[in-house]
């Protein structure tokens, strides 16, 4: 059929007709909302955005130090990623996965030369969840085995699988969940598991207790271990120096492969290109997203080392997706890692972070009753709020709902206010903006930050 002007109003003057009141409306009546009770949500209608800021329909601008789901890397509208998303859409805008493609080629190019030495296959998917589906899937038909060792306090997505990765309560309502699947405690100095005082007894005691785990579950029955780099949502828990090349040393005496999920610490987010080149250590997979391409096109993947794609060279993977390295997001990848590189935004996020955000967050904590801890780096920051600074009690219990909440609620909302957008998880707010964002951005919003801890100071 060859496609001909429909007499419809265009898309344009579609969207144009749609007002605040009729896409809150819509949304309502039309839209299921991820992770949320329904009835209770009145998500905010979203006009646009640029750079490190985006606006409501009723022009009220908000500086983002979320980056959405810590995703914009980027910023908001980048216009090379915007170009080269139109330009493949005029050109191939889907070519499914069997085929060659050249968007999907160069993508995959980038981001082998950016990963560390002897990873140079990627496999695409969507996202994050689907990324380390398909890493487990690889490590256990390499090794054979079928355990996965994973970390408590981690998130790993939300498929079957990668739900029962994760380490915190958003398994529960998925449990039993997929077999084979064990969970250890990793390292957190300011809540050890190990009741450590110091990051070395810290590191010293998570390693021997993953040694214990593997000894218990045997290793030999492990395919992998799997861990968030610099674990994301569940606090930027920043690993002591040493221990993720203590977890590196156990997989190789065991012949176990590492999964670093780099979903969301990667891509410029830690102030490297991935987090694990901190600590010069060279997994076996590597899962990105996110950051990747900013999720201007939904994105992921695994980055596959040799050893591990030899394995399927005369032997077929049984794993894929209809839209794995689709052009469109491809594309955007291309467009994003050029740029990256063009305007050195990997070295600008680690600068910001350590000659803005720290420092800067180091002063606030000092002022505020209700901030026990700031912990990070580059553009990926925690600042954890508490009742008491001695107990370390948090301001909201762990899993808080309802009234338990509120404080952390009464935080946000004083941000919102003020015009920046937080992002908050139990008791913590996240300092995650773009990669991008400037200091004098980053600044402004440390100034609201600081203003709105008053609110949460007065439940100490
Ligand atoms: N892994 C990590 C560390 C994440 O933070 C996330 C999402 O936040 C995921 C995996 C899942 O990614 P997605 O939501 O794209 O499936």
Same mark, same amino acid.
């Given at each position: 059929?060859?496609?001909?002007?429909?007499p419809?109003?265009?898309?344009?003057?579609?969207?144009?007709?749609?007002?605040?009141? /009729?896409?809150?409306?819509?949304?309502?009546?039309?839209?299921?909302?991820?992770?949320?009770?329904?009835?209770?949500?009145?998500?905010?209608?979203? /006009?646009? /955005?640029?750079?490190?800021?985006?606006?409501d329909?009723?022009? #009220?601008?908000?500086?983002?130090?979320?980056?959405?789901l810590?995703n914009? +890397? @980027?910023?908001?509208?980048?216009?090379?990623?915007?170009?080269?998303?139109?330009?493949?859409?005029?050109?191939?805008?889907?070519?499914?996965?069997?085929?060659?493609?050249?968007?999907r080629?160069e993508a995959a190019?980038?981001?082998?030369e950016?990963?560390?030495?002897g990873?140079?296959?990627?496999f695409?998917?969507?996202?994050g969840?689907?990324? +380390?589906? +398909?890493?487990?899937?690889?490590a256990?038909l390499?090794?054979?085995?079928?355990?996965?060792?994973?970390?408590?306090?981690?998130?790993?997505?939300?498929?079957?699988?990668?739900?029962?990765l994760?380490?915190?309560?958003?398994?529960?309502?998925?449990?039993?969940?997929?077999?084979?699947?064990?969970?250890?405690?990793?390292?957190?100095?300011?809540?050890?598991?190990?009741?450590?005082?110091?990051?070395?007894?810290?590191?010293?005691?998570?390693?021997?207790?993953?040694?214990?785990?593997?000894m218990?579950e045997?290793?030999?029955?492990?395919?992998?271990?799997?861990?968030e780099t610099?674990v994301?949502?569940?606090?930027?828990?920043?690993?002591?120096?040493?221990y993720?090349?203590?977890?590196?040393?156990?997989?190789d005496?065991?012949g176990?492969m590492?999964? !670093?999920? $780099?979903?969301?610490?990667?891509?410029?987010?830690?102030? $490297?290109?991935?987090?694990?080149?901190?600590?010069?250590?060279?997994?076996?997979?590597?899962?990105?997203a #996110?950051?990747?391409?900013?999720?201007?096109?939904?994105?992921?993947?695994?980055i @596959?080392?040799?050893?591990?794609?030899?394995?399927f060279?005369?032997?077929?993977?049984p794993?894929g997706?209809?839209?794995?390295?689709?052009?469109?997001?491809?594309?955007?990848?291309?467009a994003? @890692?050029?740029a990256?590189?063009?305007?050195? @935004?990997?070295?600008?996020?680690?600068?910001?972070?350590?000659?803005?955000?720290?420092?800067r967050l180091?002063?606030?904590?000092? #002022?505020?009753?209700?901030v026990?801890?700031?912990?990070?780096?580059?553009?990926?920051?925690?600042?954890?709020?508490?009742?008491?600074?001695e107990?370390?009690d948090?301001?909201?219990?762990? +899993?808080?709902?309802?009234?338990?909440?509120?404080?952390?609620?009464?935080?946000?909302?004083?941000?919102?206010?003020?015009?920046?957008?937080?992002?908050?998880?139990?008791?913590?707010?996240?300092v995650?903006?773009?990669?991008?964002?400037? !200091? $004098?951005?980053?600044?402004?919003?440390l100034?609201?930050?600081?203003?709105?801890?008053?609110?949460?100071?007065?439940?100490t």
């Amino acid at each position: 059929m060859t496609h001909t002007t429909t007499p419809t109003a265009s898309f344009t003057e579609r969207m144009a007709g749609l007002d605040e009141a /009729a896409v809150r409306r819509l949304d309502r009546d039309h839209v299921f909302h991820s992770w949320s009770a329904q009835a209770l949500i009145d998500p905010l209608p979203i /006009a646009r /955005a640029e750079g490190s800021y985006f606006w409501d329909h009723a022009g #009220k601008r908000y500086l983002d130090f979320s980056s959405q789901l810590v995703n914009i +890397n @980027i910023g908001y509208q980048h216009p090379k990623v915007v170009a080269a998303i139109q330009e493949q859409a005029a050109r191939l805008a889907t070519i499914q996965p069997a085929f060659a493609n050249d968007a999907r080629s160069e993508a995959a190019r980038l981001i082998a030369e950016v990963a560390p030495e002897g990873l140079d296959r990627v496999f695409f998917t969507n996202g994050g969840a689907e990324a +380390n589906e +398909n890493a487990i899937r690889m490590a256990r038909l390499h090794t054979g085995r079928h355990k996965v060792l994973a970390t408590y306090r981690s998130y790993h997505g939300a498929t079957a699988g990668s739900i029962t990765l994760t380490g915190d309560p958003r398994r529960w309502p998925s449990e039993p969940g997929q077999p084979g699947i064990v969970h250890f405690w990793g390292p957190y100095t300011y809540r050890s598991a190990f009741h450590s005082e110091t990051e070395e007894q810290e590191r010293e005691r998570a390693l021997a207790h993953l040694r214990d785990t593997l000894m218990v579950e045997g290793p030999h029955t492990v395919a992998a271990i799997i861990l968030e780099t610099v674990v994301g949502t569940n606090g930027i828990l920043v690993p002591p120096e040493g221990y993720l090349q203590g977890v590196r040393a156990i997989c190789d005496e065991f012949g176990i492969m590492l999964i !670093a999920d $780099e979903v969301m610490a990667g891509f410029g987010r830690c102030g $490297e290109w991935f987090a694990v080149d901190h600590w010069g250590v060279v997994p076996d997979l590597i899962t990105f997203a #996110k950051g990747v391409n900013s999720g201007y096109v939904p994105l992921g993947g695994v980055i @596959i080392s040799d050893p591990i794609a030899d394995t399927f060279q005369e032997r077929a993977y049984p794993g894929g997706l209809t839209y794995s390295g689709h052009p469109l997001a491809c594309a955007s990848a291309v467009a994003s @890692i050029t740029a990256f590189h063009e305007e050195g @935004i990997v070295d600008h996020a680690r600068r910001l972070g350590a000659d803005v955000i720290g420092p800067r967050l180091r002063e606030i904590a000092a #002022k505020h009753a209700s901030v026990g801890d700031v912990r990070g780096l580059g553009v990926f920051w925690a600042v954890e709020l508490v009742t008491n600074r001695e107990t370390r009690d948090p301001l909201v219990p762990f +899993n808080a709902a309802g009234d338990a909440a509120k404080p952390m609620a009464a935080f946000a909302a004083a941000c919102k206010e003020r015009g920046l957008w937080p992002f908050t998880h139990f008791n913590r707010t996240h300092v995650v903006p773009p990669c991008t964002t400037t !200091a $004098e951005e980053a600044e402004e919003g440390l100034a609201i930050l600081d203003e709105a801890l008053d609110v949460a100071d007065t439940f100490t």
